[in-house]
């Protein structure tokens, strides 16, 4: 599904990422945790083609398919999600009709027809309901007013709606309550059953207590210095990043 | 300024003598006080964003009648529909509706000559364009909308130019709304391509308790110069909402100035300007609360791209003595391109110590974390451009309280951003 080789990113010149490899396979769930300023987010980001990070040496291979030039939206395209840390607010903009925009813009990029307005509604409705997410907060501007938890939400049923090959999630377990944070983990595991591949990138082990990774690594000053199982991210805990390492 | 320019307007204003009756020694006064005064230049505080050189060089000629212009289509329900060309007020093409039935709408001239004491009403105006306006005004409206007369529907002014070059267009609207009153007035302006003027004066008397929205959707032709100027007063527990939507003309300046005269009058003066390439336009507002509990608000909303400008200048005064006023200002302006240009002028006078006054302005760039939020969702660099300037301009739309004028509106600024935002990469947005 997803293949990184020898990847080099930076960001205003200056080194990131240092050569990392990964490869998630299809209905996988890795999880890449890391101290703060390892290049976790770093990652995230060059896998969704955001354009300040620069890459300067290997591939990123998605579905077979050399994605490294591709644009952000046509990365989305091809079935990539990208769960931001922070959610951005947009005012004027109503979460109904940015969903209804980013859905219709996937499908034609997948010559496929625009879904009609009903159609549209049911589905949204549906996950929605799923999530637990009042349906007024969706015709309300993109994430003005919503809480941290509300934004997390948000961002797990634009995934259910956009129904991705492989979520990368960045931080989006970051400062949750316990409520919160199982929300994030039922949207996980729903994505999980429709054998989406998700690549989970956290800070903290508690987030891996809802959601049970197949692989976790461990990554260090922009490299992947560790992998193993689940059982990992408990010895990590335990452990600290220093001993592990 | 060349003395050729003041003589023809001169020779114009004499030309019109006995044209509207009772209104040659305004004329006079006019194009007196004009001979001293010519036209500003960017050191008049006024005038500094507005370059108008073409103004200060040339002698424009009346505009003459034409009556091969084609009328654009309604954009919404109207109450009636009424025609102007080259400023010249066409009976024949307009329609009026039932309006006649509930209000009077009578020509400039026929007002006039109904009772000649009531030029003793038009102003001179402030600016030069308004004055040269008082000194060649030839046609316009009077609408007169009685006590308790509400009209649900827009009454459209269609301003077409056609076929004028180097000419100029000097129309002078009137309108009165008695107690208790409520009408919509639409104005709309459009032209060809020839070089032409049209150079407006709208003045307006809100009475007790009345509501006028006032919307204008300037589209006039790319060579035009356009010249607007709102002179109004509200009364007590009146209301006075405008916007004022400016796409089209080479130059275009809007200038309102409203007078909150009596306790609890209100007003909200909104406005989105779209400067593409070489335009510049300029939103000039004054607003007066001369007496306590008046309110007034105002949001507007500027896009300039590449090479275009957008300014504005609002001016807000509170009297000694107008105390509870609350008035509030907020002026933003996107900038698409590294050689667009956007001023902002606010301006307080504040002469009562029991007020709430603010004002708020910016000038920024589309926000990149927005667009590579939108692109993240699989929406095209183009479209999430266009949503995120759509977002932008319909702060200032919001009070429209007309759905299919608003709708209209919406589809002219997206028909702009179609036209000016290039299908051009999110790497060039962010």
């Not at chain 2, 509400?150 to 180097?166: G, V, Y």
């Not at chain 2, 779209?274 to 306590?292: I, K, T």
Request: aromatic share 6%; glycine share 8%; with cysteine.
């Amino acid at each position: 599904m997803l293949t990184v080789r020898d990847l080099r990113v930076s960001v205003e010149n200056k080194e990131i990422i240092k050569g990392l490899s990964l490869e998630v396979k299809p209905g996988e769930v890795h999880a890449i945790m890391g101290l703060n300023g390892a290049g976790k987010s770093t990652l995230a980001n060059t896998i969704a083609g955001r354009d300040d990070y620069e890459m300067t040496a290997g591939s990123i291979e998605f579905d077979g398919k050399d994605i490294s030039e591709l644009e952000p939206h046509e990365r989305v395209g091809e079935g990539l999600f990208l769960g931001f840390q922070y959610p951005v607010e947009i005012p004027g903009v109503s979460n109904l009709n940015f969903m209804r925009t980013a859905l219709n813009s996937v499908r034609r990029y997948r010559g496929e027809e625009d879904m009609s307005a009903a159609e549209f509604m049911k589905l949204v409705r549906t996950k929605a309901a799923e999530l637990k997410m009042d349906l007024e907060m969706l015709k309300r501007f993109v994430n003005v007013g919503f809480s941290g938890g509300e934004k997390k939400r948000n961002e797990m049923v634009q995934m259910a709606v956009l129904n991705p090959k492989l979520a990368v999630l960045d931080e989006t377990d970051s400062g949750l309550d316990i409520d919160a944070l199982k929300v994030v983990a039922d949207g996980i595991n729903a994505q999980r059953k429709n054998d989406t591949a998700i690549l989970l990138i956290t800070h903290y082990q508690r987030l891996l207590n809802y959601v049970q990774p197949d692989v976790v690594h461990v990554m260090i000053d922009g490299k992947i210095i560790k992998s193993g199982g689940k059982e990992l991210a408990a010895e990590l805990e335990e452990k600290g990043y220093a001993d592990v390492a | 300024m060349p003395e050729l320019i003041k003589s023809t307007y001169r020779d114009q204003a004499a030309s019109l003598s006995g044209t509207l009756a009772g209104l040659d020694s305004l004329r006079d006064k006019a194009i007196d006080r004009f001979a001293e005064t010519g036209f500003p230049t960017a050191r008049d505080e006024n005038w500094r964003y507005s370059d108008i050189k073409r103004l200060r060089g040339q002698a424009f000629a009346a505009a003459q009648i034409q009556s091969d212009a084609r009328i654009p289509d309604a954009i919404c329900t109207t109450a009636a529909r009424l025609v102007i060309i080259n400023g010249h007020f066409d009976q024949e093409r307009s329609d009026f509706g039932d309006l006649l039935q509930a209000i009077s709408v009578r020509p400039l001239a026929n007002h006039l000559m109904a009772n000649s004491e009531r030029a003793n009403e038009l102003r001179v105006g402030r600016e030069a364009t308004s004055v040269l306006n008082t000194a060649l005004m030839r046609d316009g409206l009077v609408l007169v909308v009685p006590a308790g007369v509400e009209i649900d529907d827009p009454i459209e002014i269609i301003h077409i130019m056609h076929d004028a070059e180097n000419a100029a267009a000097q129309v002078r609207h009137l309108v009165e709304l008695g107690e208790g009153a409520k009408a919509t007035i639409l104005e709309r302006f459009i032209g060809d391509d020839s070089a032409y003027w049209m150079n407006s004066v709208v003045q307006a008397r809100v009475a007790e308790g009345a509501a006028l929205n006032h919307y204008r959707m300037q589209m006039d032709g790319s060579q035009a110069i356009h010249t607007a100027n709102a002179a109004v007063s509200v009364g007590a527990g009146g209301n006075y909402s405008a916007c004022n939507v400016s796409l089209g003309a080479s130059l275009a300046r809007f200038d309102a100035q409203v007078r909150l005269l009596v306790d609890g009058a209100n007003a909200t003066i909104d406005g989105v300007a779209l400067a593409a390439s070489r335009q510049s336009h300029d939103m000039l507002v004054h607003v007066d609360h001369r007496m306590p509990s008046t309110n007034s608000d105002q949001v507007f909303r500027t896009v300039a791209d590449a090479l275009g400008k957008s300014s504005f200048q609002g001016k807000i005064t509170v009297a000694d003595g107008a105390q509870q006023t609350l008035a509030d200002q907020s002026f933003k302006a996107l900038l698409l391109d590294r050689t667009a240009e956007a001023n902002a002028k606010p301006e307080l006078e504040i002469f009562a110590d029991d007020v709430k006054c603010s004002h708020g302005a910016t000038i920024g760039e589309l926000d990149a974390k927005a667009m590579f939020y939108l692109m993240s969702r699989g929406i095209d660099p183009t479209t999430a451009r266009q949503m995120l300037v759509e977002a932008f301009t319909d702060d200032a739309l919001a009070r429209i309280d007309n759905a299919a004028i608003a709708d209209a509106l919406r589809n002219q600024i997206k028909g702009w951003m179609m036209a000016h935002v290039p299908n051009t990469s999110g790497k060039d947005a962010a």
